[in-house]
């Protein structure tokens, strides 16, 4: 779906255009990605989900998931448009967790949470995860500069104040860093991409003070 | 015409570009703080980018995140709305240098015009008639007290980078002048950023009148009749009126060329509205030019049948007016009341709440502009208007019963949640109000202090709030100088 090309977007006076999750500025991104949450956080910005105020509800607790699913960030993320259906699958760890938890029904939406194979190991009920998101708009990156080795990794281990990105904001480079130390789980958005205020960037498990974890 | 028009702004006025982009197919952004990510505007856009957390500074004051925004979303024009960014300059510019069309005036207009004693100047330059006062920035009490000397008082003190009714004092003895001028500058600084004042004769029992204009890019201009603010309290208008009621119509036609030749001297483009105040024997005067929408611009468009809005996005998409003067007819009497999430009877004081009842009045010729519903939060962080109430009918008399019908109508509840809407009907069952013999002192006059009151100034109505008060409004804790509705 093109952002570009207003007129594409718009039905006058028929049926209005059927949510999709792709991002207005980024026609590549599909409505499934393996990458994950924060690819489905522009359903919140995303083109004509803004007449879907369910699938935005929707969007607002998938991107919320990062941070309260103490069974890890979702392993996949599945939107389709029309009839509005949200797939969201985590690794659930077995007891005392129990089954996934499940996004309330709202409006023609549902969701199923479904579980998969193989498990991880099990992780503290309580352990929640540090999500560093977007201070403002602009256009995240993973490098210093293109071409060069990204800040962090998946598995990488970050101490408090370490950048783990930069923002792009009207020319001006912000580096973006995690406020405790941490080891990386994953790098929620996409490269080089633009992102909202708020929106999720890098999810870290928080590291526990007597170095395990 | 345009493609994409981000709206920079929120709250009902953001719904009210929204809806005008939908009906000129024109595709819309809606631009959002946490606090309105479940607004009318962001669910009605067709798309909407979160720009920052609810403080305006980070969010709708927030230059580059809605640079950004323009560019994340594709979009090829913003619409400032009121307030905020609306009369920026900078973000004027900044808009330009990015190749985003600004909605409004060209910069160095913004910048003229927003600088009030400037702009007074300017249209001084033009013709128009103008308060006896100062031509520039006072440069110190001394000169303040010359001045006011020269021209009489009472007097009243304006900030350069204020305007809408903010950051002014009404100065009736010589003795208060210099305090005046002192309080009334570091008020100005704390909330434009810019201490400068300028100073004018102040009319007693004048009433506000002020003719919208639409201005094209090649020189075409037409005047869309005038409105009446005259109701206001503490210089914030409560209800507005279009045509001015008992004006004679050959003040009106010289008002209203007047706001032509001041458009056409500094080569305004955009909607635009020339404010006057008018002495009881019918002598206008200009007091300031709002480079913007205004909040009231409904009575206009239910007089007189044009879309302001619809007209802004033509302009701005480089057509010439669609609007002859000719074809414009200024038909029946149109009323706004503006109801705002406020305590009457606790001096005002803004009372943000979830509101769990809102059912606002229908009914023929009546127009509900608002962002609220039921389940909706009014924060405190924004300005407090909640609604605004527009009723039209053939004649004034019909109108005003037709507005209170509808106030009475409208049901809004929620914990901790007031409104103004008591203190609206009562003002409109005023025996002045329906004979439309008021003036800028009537509010103040209903509202004229009781023996108990903490704040124990002369002409309390026409000053600042008082520091110490509960009731600080939200929209003068930012010192950006575009801010809330102002209008």
């Given at each position: 779906m093109s952002s570009a090309n207003g007129s594409a977007d718009r039905h006058r006076g028929g049926t209005p255009p059927h949510p999709n999750a792709a991002r207005p500025a980024d026609?590549?991104?599909?409505?499934?990605?393996?990458?994950?949450p924060a690819t489905a956080g522009p359903v919140v910005g995303t083109e004509s989900s803004r007449r879907d105020a369910d699938a935005r509800q929707c969007g607002h607790m998938v991107d919320e998931m990062p941070a309260r699913s103490a069974t890890g960030p979702p392993r996949r993320i599945h939107l389709e448009t029309g009839g509005t259906v949200v797939d969201i699958e985590w690794d659930v760890a077995p007891a005392?967790?129990?089954p996934a938890p499940a996004v309330p029904e709202a409006g023609g939406a549902h969701v199923v949470a479904e579980a998969s194979a193989p498990?991880?190991?099990?992780?503290?009920?309580?352990v929640a995860l540090m999500v560093v998101r977007a201070p403002t708009v602009g256009t995240f990156y993973h490098?210093?500069?293109?071409?060069?080795?990204?800040?962090v990794a998946v598995g990488d281990t970050v101490r408090a104040g370490q950048t783990v990105g930069i923002l792009e904001v009207m020319k001006m480079m912000t580096p973006i860093t995690a406020e405790s130390a941490g080891r990386v789980v994953d790098v929620v958005a996409p490269d080089a991409q633009p992102v909202e205020f708020d929106q999720p960037l890098i999810a870290l498990e928080p590291l526990e003070s007597n170095g395990t974890g | 015409m345009l493609s994409t028009v981000l709206v920079a702004n929120r709250g009902e006025i953001a719904l009210r570009v929204v809806r005008a982009c939908r009906e000129a197919g024109v595709r819309s952004v809606a631009v959002y703080s946490t606090a309105d990510r479940d607004s009318a505007a962001v669910r009605f856009a067709d798309a909407a980018v979160h720009?920052?957390?609810?403080a305006a500074r980070a969010s709708y004051l927030n230059i580059p995140a809605i640079i950004e925004a323009a560019r994340y979303s594709g979009a090829d024009a913003i619409h400032p709305g009121?307030?905020?960014?609306?009369?920026?300059p900078d973000f004027a510019e900044v808009c330009a240098a990015h190749g985003?069309?600004?909605?409004?005036?060209p910069p160095e207009v913004l910048q003229r015009l927003g600088d009030k004693a400037e702009a007074r100047a300017a249209m001084a330059e033009a013709g128009l008639p103008v308060l006896p006062g100062?031509?520039?920035?006072?440069?110190?009490p001394r000169e303040a007290a010359d001045i006011a000397d020269l021209v009489g008082y009472p007097v009243i003190l304006k900030a350069?980078?204020?305007?809408?009714?903010?950051?002014m004092r009404v100065v009736r003895d010589p003795e208060q002048l210099t305090l005046a001028y002192n309080e009334t500058r570091t008020h100005a600084r704390a909330v434009f950023g810019d201490e400068r004042l300028y100073l004018e004769r102040y009319l007693d029992n004048a009433r506000h009148i002020e003719v919208q204009v639409l201005c094209d890019m090649y020189g075409g201009a037409v005047h869309l009749g005038e409105r009446d603010c005259?109701?206001?309290r503490r210089h914030q208008k409560l209800i507005e009126e279009a045509?001015?009621?008992?004006?004679?119509q050959h003040v009106r036609e010289a008002m209203c060329e007047a706001a032509l030749v001041g458009a056409r001297a500094v080569g305004y483009v955009g909607a635009g509205t020339f404010e006057f105040v008018v002495s009881p024997a019918h002598e206008f005067h200009l007091m300031e030019v709002n480079c913007r929408l205004q909040v009231e611009h409904p009575v206009t468009e239910m007089t007189t049948g044009i879309d302001l809005v619809h007209q802004q996005l033509r302009i701005a998409g480089?057509?010439?007016?669609?609007?002859?003067q000719e074809d414009v007819a200024v038909r029946g009497t149109a009323i706004e009341c503006r109801v705002n999430a406020e305590d009457p009877e606790r001096d005002f004081a803004p009372t943000p709440g979830k509101l769990v009842e809102f059912t606002p009045p229908g009914g023929p010729f009546v127009r509900v502009d608002t962002?609220?519903?039921?389940?909706w939060t009014v924060s405190p962080?924004?300005?407090?208007?909640l609604a605004k109430t527009i009723a039209w009918a053939p004649d004034r008399e019909q109108a005003v019963a037709r507005i209170d019908r509808a106030l009475d109508e409208f049901r809004i509840e929620g914990p901790g949640v007031r409104t103004t809407i008591g203190f609206l009907r009562r003002t409109l069952a005023e025996p002045q109000f329906l004979a439309a013999t008021?003036?800028?002192t009537l509010v103040g006059a209903m509202t004229a202090p009781r023996e108990d009151d903490p704040c124990p100034h002369d002409d309390k109505a026409d000053q600042e709030p008082c520091p110490t008060a509960v009731s600080a409004l939200p929209q003068e804790s930012s010192p950006s100088p575009s801010w809330g509705p102002a209008s």
């Amino acid at each position: 779906m093109s952002s570009a090309n207003g007129s594409a977007d718009r039905h006058r006076g028929g049926t209005p255009p059927h949510p999709n999750a792709a991002r207005p500025a980024d026609p590549s991104a599909t409505a499934t990605d393996d990458r994950a949450p924060a690819t489905a956080g522009p359903v919140v910005g995303t083109e004509s989900s803004r007449r879907d105020a369910d699938a935005r509800q929707c969007g607002h607790m998938v991107d919320e998931m990062p941070a309260r699913s103490a069974t890890g960030p979702p392993r996949r993320i599945h939107l389709e448009t029309g009839g509005t259906v949200v797939d969201i699958e985590w690794d659930v760890a077995p007891a005392p967790q129990g089954p996934a938890p499940a996004v309330p029904e709202a409006g023609g939406a549902h969701v199923v949470a479904e579980a998969s194979a193989p498990p991880r190991a099990p992780e503290p009920p309580d352990v929640a995860l540090m999500v560093v998101r977007a201070p403002t708009v602009g256009t995240f990156y993973h490098s210093p500069d293109p071409g060069a080795k990204a800040f962090v990794a998946v598995g990488d281990t970050v101490r408090a104040g370490q950048t783990v990105g930069i923002l792009e904001v009207m020319k001006m480079m912000t580096p973006i860093t995690a406020e405790s130390a941490g080891r990386v789980v994953d790098v929620v958005a996409p490269d080089a991409q633009p992102v909202e205020f708020d929106q999720p960037l890098i999810a870290l498990e928080p590291l526990e003070s007597n170095g395990t974890g | 015409m345009l493609s994409t028009v981000l709206v920079a702004n929120r709250g009902e006025i953001a719904l009210r570009v929204v809806r005008a982009c939908r009906e000129a197919g024109v595709r819309s952004v809606a631009v959002y703080s946490t606090a309105d990510r479940d607004s009318a505007a962001v669910r009605f856009a067709d798309a909407a980018v979160h720009i920052g957390p609810p403080a305006a500074r980070a969010s709708y004051l927030n230059i580059p995140a809605i640079i950004e925004a323009a560019r994340y979303s594709g979009a090829d024009a913003i619409h400032p709305g009121y307030g905020f960014l609306s009369e920026d300059p900078d973000f004027a510019e900044v808009c330009a240098a990015h190749g985003i069309t600004f909605i409004g005036p060209p910069p160095e207009v913004l910048q003229r015009l927003g600088d009030k004693a400037e702009a007074r100047a300017a249209m001084a330059e033009a013709g128009l008639p103008v308060l006896p006062g100062s031509m520039d920035a006072l440069s110190s009490p001394r000169e303040a007290a010359d001045i006011a000397d020269l021209v009489g008082y009472p007097v009243i003190l304006k900030a350069v980078a204020g305007g809408g009714g903010r950051g002014m004092r009404v100065v009736r003895d010589p003795e208060q002048l210099t305090l005046a001028y002192n309080e009334t500058r570091t008020h100005a600084r704390a909330v434009f950023g810019d201490e400068r004042l300028y100073l004018e004769r102040y009319l007693d029992n004048a009433r506000h009148i002020e003719v919208q204009v639409l201005c094209d890019m090649y020189g075409g201009a037409v005047h869309l009749g005038e409105r009446d603010c005259s109701v206001q309290r503490r210089h914030q208008k409560l209800i507005e009126e279009a045509p001015a009621p008992g004006l004679p119509q050959h003040v009106r036609e010289a008002m209203c060329e007047a706001a032509l030749v001041g458009a056409r001297a500094v080569g305004y483009v955009g909607a635009g509205t020339f404010e006057f105040v008018v002495s009881p024997a019918h002598e206008f005067h200009l007091m300031e030019v709002n480079c913007r929408l205004q909040v009231e611009h409904p009575v206009t468009e239910m007089t007189t049948g044009i879309d302001l809005v619809h007209q802004q996005l033509r302009i701005a998409g480089g057509e010439p007016l669609s609007v002859r003067q000719e074809d414009v007819a200024v038909r029946g009497t149109a009323i706004e009341c503006r109801v705002n999430a406020e305590d009457p009877e606790r001096d005002f004081a803004p009372t943000p709440g979830k509101l769990v009842e809102f059912t606002p009045p229908g009914g023929p010729f009546v127009r509900v502009d608002t962002h609220a519903f039921p389940g909706w939060t009014v924060s405190p962080d924004y300005d407090s208007l909640l609604a605004k109430t527009i009723a039209w009918a053939p004649d004034r008399e019909q109108a005003v019963a037709r507005i209170d019908r509808a106030l009475d109508e409208f049901r809004i509840e929620g914990p901790g949640v007031r409104t103004t809407i008591g203190f609206l009907r009562r003002t409109l069952a005023e025996p002045q109000f329906l004979a439309a013999t008021h003036t800028t002192t009537l509010v103040g006059a209903m509202t004229a202090p009781r023996e108990d009151d903490p704040c124990p100034h002369d002409d309390k109505a026409d000053q600042e709030p008082c520091p110490t008060a509960v009731s600080a409004l939200p929209q003068e804790s930012s010192p950006s100088p575009s801010w809330g509705p102002a209008s």
